[in-house]
T-cell receptor, first 114, second 116 residues
Framework: EPEVTQTPSHQVTQMGQEVILRCVPI?????FYWYRQILGQKVEFLVS????????KSEIFDDQFSVERPDGSNFTLKIRSTKLEDSAMYFC????????????FGPGTRLTVL | AQKVTQAQTEISVVEKEDVTLDCVYE???????LFWYKQPPSGELVFLIRRNSFDEQNEISGRYSWNFQKSTSSFNFTITASQVVDSAVYFCALSEVGTGGFKTIFGAGTRLFVKA
């Protein structure tokens, strides 16, 4: 069964460093998402991406964040200058098309900022 | 604006007890989807069920059942004869079809402890 994959599973970085979290969505999916979950809290929407552009973003998704689909398979989330409060689990998700509302979530990348 | 409320922060039961996790949602859309996800200690999100707003039929899957009531904007989840392996955080979530990006909004989650 096709699945969303994310790498790495755990990333440790120093405050102020740039990180790139990588996701490979399911191959025939058209909508892509990033969500964040700070430890012990709820899952929060960051951004949705469709047709090579951001379709919606939350207040969390400020100028420090960017997303990219550099090729036909990867979907990345970049944090330009990490802060301690960026430490969280980051989930990527994909969805097939407008008529199919099920989002498939990846296993997550745990980001630790020291 | 869409909102999902899970009023129960933590629930503790003894194995074989039945337990119901409450979920109340708010939306202005007439077409939307509701979900339940399980998050075990390993951290991944495990999809349990999806319901669209036009289908109010209750659903049963093994020990799991869901009660969707539009009149009270609730989508409650019951585990019958709970087991230790059911211990996890359970999230209720909502996705509005009218929203361009079709994002999913999650509740705060209910942590379920099932003791042997």
């Amino acid at each position: 069964e096709p699945e969303v994959t994310q790498t790495p599973s755990h990333q440790v970085t120093q405050m102020g460093q740039e990180v790139i979290l990588r996701c490979v969505p399911i191959s025939n999916h058209l909508y892509f998402y990033w969500y964040r979950q700070i430890l012990g809290q709820k899952v929060e929407f960051l951004v949705s991406f469709y047709n090579n552009e951001i379709s919606e973003k939350s207040e969390i998704f400020d100028d420090q964040f960017s997303v990219e689909r550099p090729d036909g398979s990867n979907f990345t989330l970049k944090i330009r200058s990490t802060k301690l409060e960026d430490s969280a689990m980051y989930f990527c998700a994909s969805r097939r098309d407008r008529n199919n509302n099920e989002q498939f979530f990846g296993p997550g990348t745990r980001l630790t900022v020291l | 604006a869409q909102k999902v409320t899970q009023a129960q922060t933590e629930i503790s039961v003894v194995e074989k007890e039945d337990v119901t996790l409450d979920c109340v949602y708010e939306t202005r859309d007439t077409t939307y989807y509701l979900f339940w996800y399980k998050q075990p200690p390993s951290g991944e999100l495990v999809f349990l069920i999806r319901r669209n707003s036009f289908d109010e039929q209750n659903e049963i899957s093994g020990r799991y059942s869901w009660n969707f009531q539009k009149s009270t904007s609730s989508f409650n989840f019951t585990i019958t004869a709970s087991q230790v392996v059911d211990s996890a955080v359970y999230f209720c979530a909502l996705s509005e079809v009218g929203t361009g990006g079709f994002k999913t909004i999650f509740g705060a989650g209910t942590r379920l402890f099932v003791k042997a």
